[in-house]
């Protein structure tokens, strides 16, 4: 029930206030988002003036326009590029995941189910010890429905290592219904405004709360996905784990 309330969601496009913390210190600022899923993605990271950097992924190439520092960088769309803007370490699809109020889910070998204090609890347990907790609710509404007809809404996924440390923590809460326009009834989708992402392994907090967002319905231009070296600049290639 939960993945197919967001399986009409293809495109989204936003603006957040991104507040992330990490080795370079905390950095705060508008970032206007395009999201096209499985894999393509764009960040506009702004100030008053305009731009202050660019991230795009068209799901094989990144490129980083940054303005500050007068550089174009390019390569791979590894996690480590992607966490270059945002302090998020993951591929686009797994972005693209979070930014829908889901989640990547571990390739498990046993999958339990329970009640918890926080709601619904699946636990997925990988081959070689790993483990990861999804923590789903369902809405107000729907608390005396049915399991099978309740509207659930994840709240926490973490990914645990075979010590049982947490390798990353994603949180959702403040939940809106967004209108979906390729809907022939009028309905929406509701999807999370405040996301929390947090990486103890390399010390990195990204809160992520949106301003406003819409679900598009037509797939956007390769152009959005992309960009051309600035007159000027030189590309500067960036290989992943390099």
């Not at 096209?36 to 490129?63: H, I, K, N, W, Y």
Request: hydrophobic share 40%; net charge negative; proline share 5%.
């Amino acid at each position: 029930m939960h993945r197919s309330l967001r399986r009409t969601v293809r495109s989204l496009r936003a603006e957040a206030r991104v507040d992330q913390r990490g080795d370079a210190g905390r950095v705060r600022g508008t970032v206007l988002l395009y999201l096209e899923r499985p894999d393509r993605v764009r960040f506009d990271a702004m100030t008053q003036f305009g731009p202050a950097a660019v991230l795009t992924s068209d799901g094989d190439r990144f490129q980083l326009l940054d303005h500050r520092e007068e550089r174009f960088i390019e390569g791979e769309a590894c996690p480590e590029n992607i966490a270059r803007l945002l302090g998020i370490h993951m591929s686009g699809p797994e972005v693209a995941h979070f930014l829908v109020g889901d989640t990547p889910r571990l390739e498990a070998e046993d999958v339990s189910l329970a009640c918890s204090s926080e709601g619904y609890l699946v636990i997925r347990t990988a081959s070689d010890g790993r483990r990861q907790e999804i923590v789903l609710t369902a809405r107000e509404a729907d608390h005396d429905a049915p399991p099978e007809a309740q509207h659930l809404r994840l709240v926490r996924s973490e990914l645990f290592d075979v010590h049982g440390e947490t390798i990353w923590r994603a949180t959702y809460d403040d939940y809106r219904v967004v209108r979906d326009p390729g809907d022939a009834e009028g309905r929406g989708v509701a999807l999370p405004f405040v996301l929390r992402f947090e990486d103890p392994v390399r010390g990195a907090d990204t809160m992520v709360r949106f301003k406003d967002m819409s679900i598009v319905v037509e797939p956007a231009a390769d152009e959005v996905f992309q960009q051309r070296t600035p007159p000027g600049m030189r590309a500067e290639t960036i290989l992943c784990g390099g």
